[in-house]
């Protein structure tokens, strides 16, 4: 297996399956990690079930422990973007659609 930046993975890992928001409104589900020569990615899930990469620049902020209504929100999102099984990790040699 490729080498990869095992502490961003490991941050990553730690929020994995739970729902957050991305850059400034972006909420979904954070389901593993990417990256490339160039950058890093959260593999996120959002509400509508689309998989996408977004840059590690952003910022990923959990709301698990801030939201009052987390339940409620977890079983919004279970609908179209239930909790994957296991954390998933993507080794790209350039950053491509995913």
């Not at 990553?12 to 399956?17: D, I, W």
């Not at 590690?56 to 009052?68: E, P, Q, R, V």
């Amino acid at each position: 297996m490729q080498d990869y930046d095992k502490e961003m993975y490991a941050i990553c890992e730690k929020m994995f399956n739970d729902i957050g928001i991305w850059g400034s409104s972006d909420l979904c589900r954070l389901i593993g990690y990417a990256e490339d020569s160039d950058d890093c990615y959260y593999i996120v899930k959002r509400a509508n079930g689309k998989i996408v990469l977004h840059t590690m620049i952003g910022g990923f902020y959990s709301i698990k422990s801030m939201a009052d209504g987390y339940e409620y929100i977890e079983n919004q999102f279970k609908r179209n973007c239930p909790p994957e099984e296991e954390f998933k990790l993507i080794l790209m040699n350039k950053y491509q659609d995913y």
